[in-house]
């Protein structure tokens, strides 16, 4: 049960076949959730990096993590709740955008 406006577990965005998408083709967009799992590593050492996509905001984080749906948006950043793989635990993730863009703090 996922409330209104909201994706549902690892929904993907949809490919847009229009030239304009429409005001309610957008908001899905914005509340959709695309992932992608990366390997990285060197020495033979592979550690696996997942890239997702939540309200416009490209998340990487250790494929350990499993993206739920985006909480949400504000000044800040982008959240989002996941679910480790390993140990069930659901936990919140916070991108914050151009967090070291500012240096006078």
């Given at each position: 049960?996922?409330?209104?406006?909201?994706?549902?577990?690892?929904?993907?965005?949809?490919?847009?076949?229009?030239s304009e998408p429409s005001a309610s083709q957008e908001e899905e967009n914005d509340n959709s959730i695309a992932m992608q799992i990366t390997p990285k590593g060197s020495k033979g050492i592979r550690n696996r990096?997942?890239?997702?996509m939540v309200c416009?905001?490209?998340?990487?984080?250790?494929?350990?993590?499993i993206?739920?749906?985006?909480?949400?948006?504000?000044?800040?950043?982008?959240?989002?709740?996941?679910?480790?793989?390993k140990t069930d635990e659901k936990i919140a993730i916070k991108k914050i955008g151009?967090?070291?863009?500012?240096?006078?703090?």
């Amino acid at each position: 049960e996922h409330a209104a406006g909201t994706a549902g577990p690892l929904s993907r965005a949809k490919e847009q076949t229009a030239s304009e998408p429409s005001a309610s083709q957008e908001e899905e967009n914005d509340n959709s959730i695309a992932m992608q799992i990366t390997p990285k590593g060197s020495k033979g050492i592979r550690n696996r990096i997942a890239h997702f996509m939540v309200c416009g905001n490209l998340f990487e984080v250790d494929s350990v993590y499993i993206p739920i749906k985006p909480i949400g948006k504000g000044a800040y950043g982008v959240v989002c709740s996941a679910r480790n793989e390993k140990t069930d635990e659901k936990i919140a993730i916070k991108k914050i955008g151009n967090a070291f863009e500012n240096t006078i703090d």
